[in-house]
């Protein structure tokens, strides 16, 4: 539960051959994560979806160094 996942719809990770708790590599031009998956029907076939409020740097022992920080895929101009 402390943790980043990706959502993603069943359909798409039966075609990726991805089942739950799969680490993925999610890559764009501006970082790279690696999180893993949540295989979850409510979520577009053509979509993921990553979850904020993790990936902390600081905010005390309970929360530093958890998860990561979707907003690291989109750069500084997003």
Do not use: C
């Not at 990726?16 to 999610?26: M, R, T």
């Not at 979520?43 to 993921?48: C, E, H, K, L, N």
């Amino acid at each position: 539960m402390w943790n980043t996942w990706v959502e993603i719809n069943p359909v798409t990770a039966d075609e990726l051959v991805l089942a739950d708790d799969d680490v993925v590599k999610i890559t764009s031009e501006a970082g790279v994560l690696e999180v893993p998956v949540y295989r979850y029907p409510a979520i577009r076939p053509d979509t993921i979806a990553i979850p904020f409020g993790q990936g902390h740097t600081a905010y005390g022992r309970y929360a530093e160094n958890r998860g990561v920080n979707p907003t690291d895929l989109l750069g500084q101009y997003f």
